[in-house]
């Protein structure tokens, strides 16, 4: 992921410098700045900040986020990862090329040594790196997700706004685990523009709790900003999503879709799935009939982790089953890992892959997930976490990659609204060569209600 194609120098890493911040949990995480001088008389300086977010609900193989451990903050302190990026990662830095992110990430990587990040952190590493990436698009005069796209070395594809995924229900992990899918969603295959797909999903999440309000059923606000939901049962909550769409005013399927995450790991292991809000045990085949059901009475479009990650064999039988019509979506299963993606391609497990940096630890990592994944033909979603914060460097790589379609959460919450507002400046900044993935992204025939 060179940035060969970029104007000018961007310079040389002068400093590197981290703190601890807040997530939207309230918990610490890792803050880092890079800062770029290029000249050597009254050299030009530039910075670029960027904060690692955290999720609940983690696949096994991913990196590994260095906390403290100990009682301070419930052992959750980042004390260590912070003292990895002021000391060590500080003076393998600076000095370096700043436009070359691939050669960044890769001293990164080698100065950690490990396969998951364990001994310096995810945490501290994503953080250098997202960082190290937005002072290099600032030194070179141009938006991060421009600059993004030139280091891809395809700056003629035209830039996409993604085709976004929010949440409308929260369960599983982000919920207290009321229901025990993890999220109910929507998108928007009929909406002209990311800004009418945003007014759109405005009005479903508006119905939804007008709903859940008239039914006595509305619990509060979930993790991600979505409506926290008291249902008797997992198939409810797609009923009342279905009524808030058509209450909204839209057509389930033709304009709004549903979108789930079972985040089947959660609640299952070696093929065996216990569904607590029902009270009932499913083998792998029992689950893969509970959704095939859902598909054919529910507008659904897209299925994350319809299994579990242990669960290969049967998520390329429920892949085979529903993929010509269903995107199913690799979460825990590929934890954004090119390698994983190869595997699961070639046992026929997945069509999409979904990309959340803090996964690997660094942005070419990420990257070449991304590349792995479109060699296979699986499509791709970029996804913030759970524990988010005000950062918005993922908006940029849905749009400078070309991924097409995006995920934050609900539509509410200023550590998702961010991100929504974000891809809606862009949107406006391209103005008439501004382009909507929409509905074709996903590549396959949309469900009716």
């Known amino acids: ?4 194609s970029q104007a000018q120098d961007p310079g040389h890493i002068a ?6 911040v807040w997530d939207s949990r309230g918990r610490p995480t890792v803050e880092a700045e ?5 000249g050597r008389t009254s050299p030009a300086v530039f910075c670029g900040r960027a904060i690692v977010p955290a999720g609940a609900s983690k696949g096994r193989r991913e990196a590994l986020e260095l906390r403290d451990g100990g009682g301070r903050f419930g052992g959750l302190d980042v004390q260590r990862a912070v003292g990895h ?3 060590e990662i500080a003076r393998a ?7 070359d992110q691939a050669a960044i990430d890769a001293r990164l990587i080698e100065l950690d040594g490990t396969p998951n990040k364990q001994r310096l952190g995810a945490n501290a590493t994503l953080a250098v790196s997202m960082a190290a990436a937005q002072a290099a698009a600032a030194a070179a005069g141009r938006p991060l997700y421009e600059h993004l796209a030139h280091g891809l070395g395809a700056p003629g594809e035209a830039l996409r706004l993604p085709l976004p995924q929010i949440q409308i229900f929260g369960g599983g992990a982000h919920a207290g685990r009321r229901v025990d899918i993890q999220d109910f969603m929507v998108l928007c295959p009929g909406a002209a523009s990311f800004a009418q797909a945003l007014e759109w999903t405005a009005e479903v999440y508006r119905h939804a709790g007008l709903l859940m309000r008239e039914r006595g059923a509305l619990a509060g606000v979930a993790d991600e900003g979505g409506w926290w939901p008291a249902f008797d049962s997992n198939e409810q ?21 549903i979108v789930l995450d079972i985040a089947a790991s959660d609640f299952g292991q070696g093929g065996r799935y216990r569904l607590g809000l029902e009270g009932r045990e499913l083998t792998s085949d029992g689950l893969i009939e509970l959704l095939l059901h859902w598909c054919e009475r529910y507008p659904i479009a897209s299925i994350e982790d319809p299994l579990a990650e242990d669960d290969l064999e049967a998520f390329a039988r429920f892949t085979q089953a529903v993929g010509a019509r269903v995107q199913v979506v690799g979460d825990d299963l590929l934890v954004s890992d090119a390698a994983l993606v190869r595997a699961a391609a070639d046992r026929g497990a997945a069509n999409t892959v979904l990309l959340k940096p803090n996964q690997r630890g660094t942005l070419t990592e990420t990257w070449q997930c991304w590349q792995a994944a479109r060699a296979a033909g699986y499509a791709g979603i970029v996804s913030a976490r759970s524990g988010e914060t005000e950062d918005t460097t993922i908006v940029d790589l849905a749009i400078g990659w070309g991924v097409g379609q995006l995920k934050v959460g609900s539509f509410a919450r200023g550590e998702r609204m961010a991100k929504w507002n974000a891809a809606l400046r862009i949107e406006e900044r391209l103005g008439a060569a501004a382009r909507f993935a929409g509905a074709a992204v996903l590549g396959r025939n949309l469900p009716r209600a």
């Open 1 to 4: 992921m060179s940035n060969s």
């Open 15 to 20: 400093h590197v410098h981290a703190r601890r």
């Open 34 to 38: 890079v800062t770029l001088a290029r």
């Open 85 to 87: 990026v002021n000391g």
């Open 93 to 99: 830095l600076v000095g370096m090329p700043a436009g």
């Open 237 to 257: 909550a797609l009923s009342a999503l279905v009524q808030a769409i058509e209450r909204a005013g839209f057509a389930p399927g033709e304009q709004v879709a």
